[in-house]
């Protein structure tokens, strides 16, 4: 549906082409504030979960299913930051803040694929460290290669439902109050604030979508998490404990991070209403958490650090053979 403004500045339900997303308020030094901070958060975001997909692909010792699950959380979190932030920096330098009908359905259909996706990837993660804590004599052959590829694939097939039916919901409503957007992107919640038409509907998918989601995913999480528990405590060695419970923290942690601000987003009837604490709550999961995720899987795991460094060290040997080719004779000989 579409829209055209009169001259007293109201909206008829006509055509609509064009969203002017709002964002945030302030002058120009508060906007370039803003941009700096996006553009870290976007960069390290960029540069960290990059790292994580090349070292996974490239260092054989993490060939398994848990980084096989990580490395594709980091495609993920690739992807999901990059349908939002771009379009967020361009915004911050310009003064129109236009965005076309079809631009603004599409960055809602990715954002809301890569969520859902993101969210039973989660799950999908917790399942993967219940079988090999638990079930260690079975896991190599549950968690084998094309198993684990129809997981993924099953969580991008759930995330595209979701969107499909998120996304057809929204924008078949027709926006005639006004076309400004209250967000710096275009998700549900500010949208539905835009229709002149009953928003019933949309809301009850809203929360009753979202709202299954995030608590299936949760219990599956925490029925995992409490087997892996009993395990853990049963086990007698005490190196063994630790590593697992460090692997288990850096998921765990990943976990409440993003299903809390997800809760807080969707999940609650004060959502519709809250844009100021939307804004701030949106930043968290679209920027930080993404960027957040390759550090807390890195820091707090030995295999990983190993492997950076490994790669580090292969790195710097490559460069010294090309400065001294008597090195590389002596190596091939």
């Known amino acids: 549906m579409a829209t055209a403004v009169h001259r007293n500045g109201s909206l008829s339900a006509v055509s609509l082409r064009v969203f ?126 094309v198993t684990c590829a129809r997981l993924v694939l099953g969580t991008f097939c759930v995330g595209c439902l979701n969107s499909i039916v998120q996304t057809s919901l929204t924008f078949q409503l027709p926006f005639c109050s006004s076309n400004r957007i209250d967000h710096f992107y275009c998700d549900v919640p500010p949208l539905l604030q835009l229709a002149c038409a009953s928003t019933a509907l949309n809301e009850l998918f809203l929360f009753g979508l979202c709202g299954f989601i995030i608590v299936s995913t949760t219990l599956a999480v925490l029925v995992s998490y409490g087997y892996i528990t009993v395990t853990i405590l049963r086990m007698h060695s005490g190196s063994g404990r630790h590593k697992v419970f460090s692997t288990c923290g850096s998921h765990l942690t990943a976990v409440s991070l993003f299903y809390g601000t997800l809760f807080v987003m969707y999940a609650q009837p004060g959502a519709l209403t809250s844009m100021e604490q939307g804004k701030v709550v949106s930043i968290f999961y679209t920027l930080v958490i993404p960027m957040l995720n390759p550090l807390i899987y890195s820091l707090r795991n030995k295999d990983v650090k190993d492997a950076l460094w ?9 460069r010294t053979v090309r400065g001294c080719p008597e090195i590389g004779r002596n190596a091939s000989a």
Not at 30 to 55: D, R
Not at 67 to 84: A, T
Not at 310 to 318: C, D, E, T, W
């Open 20 to 145: 002017v997303l709002v964002g945030f308020g302030g002058g120009a030094e508060t906007q370039a504030l803003l941009f700096a901070v996006f553009l870290v958060l976007y960069v390290v975001t960029v540069l960290g979960n990059l790292t994580m997909i090349v070292v996974i692909t490239l260092d054989a010792r993490l060939h398994s299913p848990m980084y096989f699950f990580l490395k594709n959380l980091s495609f993920v979190d690739l992807c999901y930051s990059s349908v939002i932030a771009p379009n967020a920096l361009a915004n911050f330098l310009s003064s129109s803040k236009v965005i076309s009908f079809e631009a603004c359905a599409t960055q809602f259909f990715f954002f809301s694929l890569l969520a859902t996706t993101e969210t039973f990837l989660l799950a999908v993660m917790a399942y993967d460290r219940f079988m090999a804590i638990c079930s260690p004599l079975r896991y190599p052959v549950t968690m084998c290669p």
């Open 310 to 318: 490994r790669l580090g060290q292969r790195h710097s040997f490559v």
